[in-house]
């Protein structure tokens, strides 16, 4: 549904004015107390929707919610094996170079196809960013966040099947499936809120003799670049933190999960979102990314994914190609090497737990996974001994069964390059469980603990991404937090004790963009744990956080003399 210019430049100027005069009028007072300037009527009111709150859980332990899913899981087998085109200024292009997804519980069940993009298709759908920005930029703040509320809605209302995709295509249980829809839901109804805030005129002194003020811009058109282990979460917090902004985009989902993209892009459609504002060019990224990222009109990438494509990317970007007129801004959140620490005080059950479960959640193939458990010595034996036997009660297989705890890991290369650090392992450090495929048919792998690990050996420095623990010995506290700190990532971490003291130190002292307290490292929930990490784990972009979007913006001032 196009936007009539009319309406674009009505609710466009309306908003800006009646959000000036209002903002003048209430000042301080009605931002503070929650009022919100209405753009239409031009006097300050109550907003019209509820305070943010994170999307609850699904408890499939309810049988109702269970025959749901199952019912879900259904319908969408039932759809398997359809083809997904490009999406470019609205408009559906076939090609005959497509990625086939498939089912990493039962390789050979095809989930889609899905064309790809050539660059002749880079450079139209740039075109029609473009295009879109126009009237799209200047839609103003609310119209776009009331899009990402309908969205919202919408998927609420889907929720189930979008679950049961993530199943068959990303090899979710059904628990990780619901929580990666729910945080895409809370990505929405968030970044919503966050963009009527930054509506709002930025508070500038007015000189003597004229009207001072400052506004936020959106920047142009901008490279989604998602990875596949959060197939919606991820994908649509990047794309519409950048669209409520007032940007248009081109999403390249990543290739072992485009079919969710696919559905994510037509549920935009469905909500609302005009032509050419998200459009969808999926590709090897390793062939079409560095045309994309390359080209002289993009004008930012956000990226999520692994440490050598995002310093890859960001050295690309940083190059000036004919005819480009910007530094490009780019926007790059990357692996980690994520640790628990434990000392002799903690409540060693409770550390056992959330150490197996952050390892092993989505078979370790998370950013935040627990992939070290840095024990002090004189409890390291017996938490050991706790995690390998927690470790040996999981049950692995499909994962539409729901009795199983893990599924498959992503892919056929996943699977070597796990199965390879494992027998690193195998040489290097003591086997405590796992350690070697798990079942046939699917990229089945063990949850695999490995004791008394060198903190400077590969299993101690480099991220596996998939169901591998390195536990690691330490003489005392402070040795803990020199390993802890010792890689070069710095994206999640916990720390398990009881002393007030040393958890003081490590607010400050372990270096991680998102640390938790006697609490697994894993699980960010959006607008409480603002999430993104330091050093090579990233730009600390932090997502879910009232400083999102402000990446997607620049602030322009404007003074007249009266
Ligand atoms: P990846 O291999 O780096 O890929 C990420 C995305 O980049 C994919 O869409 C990929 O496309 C694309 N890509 C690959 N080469 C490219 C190039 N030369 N130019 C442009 N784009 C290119 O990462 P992944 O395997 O999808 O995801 C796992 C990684 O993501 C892990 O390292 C994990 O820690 C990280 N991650 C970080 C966070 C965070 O918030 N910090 C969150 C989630 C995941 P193809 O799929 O077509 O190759
Ligand atoms: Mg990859």
Excluded at 111 to 129: F, H, L, M, Y
Excluded at 191 to 216: I, K, W
Aim: some cysteine; overall charge negative; proline content about 6%.
């Amino acid at each position: 549904m196009p936007l009539p210019g009319e309406v674009v430049q009505y609710i466009g100027f309306s908003a800006s004015i009646a959000l000036r005069r209002a903002a003048r009028q209430s000042t301080q007072e009605g931002r503070r107390t929650g009022l919100w300037p209405r753009p239409l009527g031009g006097e300050p009111e109550t907003l019209l929707i509820d305070p943010y709150r994170p999307e609850p859980l699904v408890n499939f332990d309810d049988p109702q919610n269970h025959a749901r899913m199952e019912q879900a899981l259904e319908a969408v087998q039932a759809q398997l094996g359809k083809h997904y085109p490009l999406v470019i200024g609205g408009e559906r292009r076939e090609r005959k170079d497509q990625i086939r997804s498939y089912n990493p519980s039962m390789i050979d069940e095809t989930v889609g196809t899905v064309s790809k993009a050539e660059p002749s298709d880079i450079d139209d759908a740039i075109a029609a960013g473009t295009e879109a920005f126009r009237a799209w930029s200047r839609a103003g703040g609310e119209f776009r966040a009331r899009v990402l509320l309908k969205a919202a809605a919408n998927l609420r209302r889907e929720k189930f099947l979008f679950s049961a995709l993530e199943v068959y295509e990303a090899g979710k249980t059904w628990p990780e499936a619901d929580g990666d829809v729910a945080e895409a839901i809370d990505f929405m109804e968030y970044y919503a809120r966050q963009m009527m805030r930054l509506s709002a005129p930025v508070e500038t002194y007015n000189l003597p003799g004229e009207e001072d003020e400052a506004f936020y811009i959106p920047l142009g058109v901008g490279a989604i670049i998602p990875p596949w282990n959060f197939p919606l979460a991820i994908l649509c917090g990047m794309t519409t933190g950048a669209i409520v902004a007032g940007n248009t985009v081109l999403l390249k989902p990543a290739s072992p999960t485009p079919v969710i993209g696919a559905w994510f892009v037509r549920l935009l459609e469905e909500s609302g979102m005009p032509p050419g504002v998200v459009n969808f060019v999926p590709g090897d990224g390793s062939r079409i990314g560095d045309y994309l990222v390359g080209h002289p009109e993009i004008r930012f990438v956000s990226f999520t994914g692994s440490r050598e494509v995002g310093l890859h990317i960001n050295q690309h970007a940083a190059g000036h190609a004919d005819g480009q007129r910007w530094i490009k801004r780019v926007v790059a959140e990357m692996g980690g090497k994520d640790a628990i620490v434990v000392d002799e005080t903690a409540d060693l059950d409770a550390a056992a737990e959330g150490i197996v479960s952050a390892a092993f959640g989505f078979q370790g193939q998370k950013c935040s996974a627990c992939s070290r458990a840095i024990v002090v010595d004189e409890v390291y034996d017996e938490v050991a001994r706790r995690v390998a036997e927690r470790t040996k009660r999981l049950t692995i297989g499909a994962a539409k069964n729901p009795a199983n705890a893990l599924g498959p890991v992503i892919d056929a290369s996943a699977e070597r390059k796990i199965l390879g650090y494992i027998d690193q392992g195998k040489k290097s450090a003591q086997l405590l469980a796992g350690g070697g495929k798990a079942a046939d048919g699917g990229h089945f792998i063990q949850p695999t603990v490995f004791s008394d690990v060198a903190p400077d050996s590969a299993l101690g420095q480099e991220e596996i991404f998939g169901p591998v623990l390195a536990m690691i010995r330490a003489r005392n506290f402070d040795h803990a937090l020199e390993i802890a700190n010792g890689t070069e990532y710095g994206l999640t971490g916990s720390l398990y004790s009881k002393r007030r003291d040393r958890l003081e130190r490590a607010r400050y002292e372990f270096h991680v963009g998102n640390l938790y307290f006697n609490r697994k490292c894993t699980g960010a929930v959006v607008g409480a744990h603002p999430f993104g990490g330091f050093n090579m784990s990233g730009t600390d972009s932090k997502t879910g956080s009232p400083d999102y979007l402000l990446l997607f913006m620049q602030m322009k001032a404007v003074a007249e003399k009266l």
